[in-house]
């Protein structure tokens, strides 16, 4: 089957095109829910497949930079709102989408794609490999005492969203190089995304709180507040971290000292970190954060020489890897890959592997030894896998502080 596939060229359209991933999240896709959206991405990355004259389907890309390791951002397309029609699925659109869209991408620049999956088993066949690990938790607050306490010397001030949009920004920039996979936020998208009220509960006011030392900026936090009581009238409620930050380790203690200590609530949640963050040694009972593991981000290399000139090696030298792609084939063959960059060889292959298995090991997030020993990858040089991960090793884990 042929499908019409097309940039969309006015917000009526855009809105048309979101129809089919808010059917599955269950919202009513209103003029106004189009009209915020566009604030974030430019209408013409807003592709829509069509059957005649209905729209049937749609996705996204918003025009980011990623953290790489090694501190650098390359030019990146962060994947969203996929959705097919419940009536069209199995009949190809999600396909055509992703060609078109992965076309569009490469041709605008960006060295890779990314994503978060609503299923795991989506996104794999067009290239795109497990890239990082994301972690929740749900903490008692009662439990929430440090290996080694501290007297906290920073003060916390709860802030309006306009000083929020002025002193947080410069505090997220800072983390960018220090955290694979984040990325760069416009200011639009600050004040209309982050630090508003979730459209689908704009009752629910998002608190922002500014820690400061010294008085500098040190520190903030994005967090929401659900109250409840026991039948005995205490306080079971939740202090629900949306995103806390602190580009440096005092920093990082005192603010998590802060929301930790909260009043009224019973337990600290968290429903996006990083695997190797730092409260696991912050407190005394790492257990008790009930800390859970899924998946995170999900990335597809487009420009390999691109991609790999922007990210830092931890050794000089190179692999030599027999790539396959099969849905993108100019990608694949040979390629020597390393502290020189990536370029076309016609040495022998030391490693062979599909792109989604080098964008699972680009951001650092998962080894080849970690590929081996999942059948995903073969190594017909010994020793090539070693050499593989001494030069894409990196000592912080990739994280996406939100979910896009
Ligand atoms: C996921 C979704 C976009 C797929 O759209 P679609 O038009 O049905 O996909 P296609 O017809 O192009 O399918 C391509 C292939 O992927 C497979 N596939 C599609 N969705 C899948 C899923 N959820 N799980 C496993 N395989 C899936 C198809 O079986 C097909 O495989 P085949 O080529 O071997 O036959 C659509 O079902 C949908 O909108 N789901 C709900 C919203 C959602 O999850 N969106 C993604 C947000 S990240």
Not at 90 to 114: I, N, V
Request: proline letters at 6%; aromatic letters at 10%.
């Amino acid at each position: 089957m042929t499908v019409d596939v097309r940039a969309c060229s006015s917000v009526e359209e855009l809105r048309q095109g979101l129809d089919a991933i808010n059917h599955y999240f269950g919202h009513r896709n209103e003029p106004e829910d189009a009209e915020r959206f566009a604030q974030w991405i430019d209408v013409e990355r807003m592709l829509v497949a069509r059957d005649g004259d209905r729209i049937v389907g749609g996705a996204g890309a918003f025009t980011f930079s990623m953290s790489v390791p090694g501190g650098e951002t390359v030019p990146a397309a962060g994947v969203t709102v996929v959705g097919v029609l419940p009536s069209d699925r199995r009949r190809g659109f999600l396909t055509a989408l992703m060609r078109a869209q992965l076309d569009d991408c490469r041709a605008r620049g960006d060295a890779l794609a990314y994503l978060w999956a609503s299923e795991a088993t989506i996104y794999g066949r067009f290239g795109y490999g497990i890239a990082s690990r994301a972690g929740s938790m749900k903490l008692a607050r009662e439990r929430s005492t440090f290996a080694r306490p501290f007297e906290p010397r920073g003060t916390v001030r709860l802030v309006e969203p306009e000083e929020a949009a002025r002193e947080f920004p410069p505090l997220y920039e800072r983390m960018l190089p220090q955290r694979p996979g984040l990325f760069t936020r416009t200011q639009a998208w600050w004040e209309t995304r982050r630090l508003a009220p979730s459209p689908w509960d704009p009752r629910t006011p998002k608190n922002l709180a500014l820690l400061e030392l010294d008085g500098e900026a040190a520190g903030y936090a994005i967090y929401t507040v659900k109250q409840e009581w026991a039948p005995g009238g205490y306080s079971t409620g939740s202090l629900n971290v949306l995103e806390a930050m602190a580009p440096t380790p005092e920093g990082s203690r005192e603010l998590w000292r802060w929301l930790l200590d909260f009043d009224w609530t019973s337990q600290i949640s968290y429903d996006l970190l990083p695997v190797d963050h730092p409260l696991f040694l912050l407190l005394a009972e790492p257990r008790r954060m009930d800390f859970q593991v899924g998946d995170g981000i999900w990335v597809r290399l487009l420009d390999l020489p691109a991609a790999t000139a922007a990210r830092e090696f931890a050794a000089e030298g190179a692999v030599v890897v027999e790539l396959a792609d099969a849905f993108r084939p100019e990608n694949a063959g040979r390629w020597r890959i390393g502290s020189d960059g990536a370029e076309r060889t016609d040495a022998a292959a030391e490693l062979e592997l599909d792109v989604a298995d080098l964008g699972s090991v680009y951001l650092g997030g998962f080894s080849f030894a970690d590929l081996v020993r999942a059948s995903r990858i073969r190594e017909p040089v010994p020793g090539a896998v070693e050499r593989g991960d001494a030069l894409f090793r990196t000592t912080v884990q990739p994280w996406c502080a939100e979910v896009f």
